[in-house]
Each structure stands twice: as structure tokens, then as C-alpha cells.
């Protein structure tokens, strides 16, 4: 098993470009997050799913978008990236609300 | 300990010593505890987790303390070694009332050999 995936590891991007990050997971889990990690920081939750076809806004939902057609993959959506979305992308999956199983990370820099 | 903005808490300890990281919790309805440990450059990784209805709970060198009233968590690392020096993060859940995970600011643990 692979675990948790992320495509791509690092990314930079001009203000106003838009960009998808890709997350997969294989361990059939029901559940998928999207979080942040500034500096020196906790990680906040941007949107999570807890099944196919369905999402929902966490903590910090404002620049982003969701989406989960398939349920091994989540894809984190920035249509107009500003420099305040620069972070460290952390994807999760887990198979009920307790433990989540993280990704490896998306370095992300905004211009 | 908890973090405020930029600069995390730091724990320095001498190699073969145990540590002892702290964590305070905000939700006092909160049923489910986890630390997780991060590494420099990735992802956070799954140490050791507790329910509400105990108050300790022992892995391999590691032990989670929970003290409910006073809203506290404590992870304790026995014979502390280098391969332990990382970033260590507490979360909390509410396993009722949605499926998210809130965590608090991390504590950076060094080992020094």
C-alpha cells in the first residue's frame, strides 16, 4: 500500500494563476481532509469529505475549492491564487473520525 | 505546550532522558485525543491516541496521559532518542459532532546526544 499521495510535492505560482493539487489514497477510506501548515504552525483544515461525492468547509475554506468524484482521490482547487494561500498542503484519509492517516505534503509558493 | 504565531515551544532533552510534552485542549466535550510527530519536510505521523473514558494509554515507549478536568494532555516519551526529535502535535475530536480533527500549535522536541 501506498498510503496517502500528493501530486505535486512543490509548486510555485504567479498571483491570479489557478492550480489543482491531487490527492489519493488506497486504503478504501471513507473519509479525506485537506489542511495548511504555515510556519512554525498547527495545520488547519481547509474542506474535507466523508464520502464520494460530497465535501464540506472547515476552518479555513475561504480561496479554495473541493472535489471528490472518486473516492480514492480528493482534489484541492485554487482558482486565483494569492501569496496568503503560500503553505505547506497536507492531505489526510481516514476510515471513521478518529485516526487520519497523512500525505507526504504540497510545497506550495505563491509570487 | 501550546504555540502562539511563529515560535513553537521547545523541549530540549539529553539523550536516554524521558520527555514529557504537554498539550491543553480547548473543547471540554471532546471525546477523542491523538498525538501526532512531524519531521522536518513531511508529513505528520500517527504516535499514540486515547478516548475520553481513559486517562492513560501506553505504546511502545510512549504513554498519553489524559487529565479531563483540567483539560490536559501529556505525551511521555521513555529513553528519549535522537530519532525522536521532531515537532509534536496533540488533536482533538469530537467523534459525534463531525469528523474533524482540531489541532493544537506543536511543540518541537531536540535530543541532544
Known amino acids: 500500500n501506498a498510503g496517502v499521495t500528493q501530486t505535486p510535492k512543490f509548486r510555485v505560482l504567479k498571483t491570479g494563476q489557478s492550480m489543482t493539487l491531487l490527492c489519493a489514497q488506497d486504503?478504501?477510506?471513507?473519509?479525506m481532509y485537506w489542511y495548511r501548515q504555515d510556519p512554525g504552525m498547527g495545520l488547519r483544515l481547509i474542506h474535507y469529505?466523508?464520502?464520494?461525492?460530497?465535501?464540506a468547509k472547515g476552518e479555513v475554506p475561504d480561496g479554495y475549492n473541493v472535489s471528490r468524484l472518486k473516492k480514492q482521490n480528493f482534489l484541492l482547487g485554487l482558482e486565483s491564487a494569492a501569496p496568503s494561500q503560500t503553505s505547506v498542503y497536507f492531505c489526510?484519509?481516514?476510515?471513521?473520525?478518529?485516526?487520519?492517516?497523512f500525505g507526504p505534503g504540497t510545497r506550495l509558493t505563491v509570487l | 505546550g501550546e504555540s502562539v504565531g511563529l515560535h513553537l515551544p521547545t523541549l530540549s532533552v539529553q539523550e536516554g532522558d524521558n520527555s514529557i510534552i504537554n498539550c491543553a485542549y480547548s473543547?471540554?466535550?471532546?471525546?477523542?485525543f491523538i498525538w501526532y510527530k512531524q519531521e522536518s519536510g513531511k508529513g505528520p505521523q500517527f504516535i499514540i491516541d486515547?478516548?475520553?473514558?481513559?486517562d492513560k494509554r501506553q505504546g511502545q515507549r510512549v504513554t498519553v496521559l489524559l487529565n479531563k478536568t483540567v483539560k490536559h494532555l501529556s505525551l511521555q516519551i521513555a529513553a528519549t532518542q535522537p530519532g525522536d526529535s521532531a515537532v509534536y502535535f496533540c488533536?482533538?475530536?469530537?467523534?459525534?459532532?463531525?469528523?474533524?480533527?482540531?489541532f493544537g500549535g506543536g511543540t518541537r522536541l531536540m535530543v541532544k546526544p
Open positions: 488533536a482533538e475530536n469530537l467523534i459525534n459532532a463531525g469528523n474533524m480533527l482540531t
Open positions: 489526510a484519509s481516514s476510515s471513521n473520525s478518529e485516526r487520519q492517516f
Open positions: 473543547n471540554s466535550a471532546s471525546d477523542y
Open positions: 486504503m478504501n477510506h471513507e473519509y
Open positions: 469529505s466523508v464520502g464520494e461525492g460530497t465535501t
Open positions: 486515547i478516548r475520553s473514558n481513559m
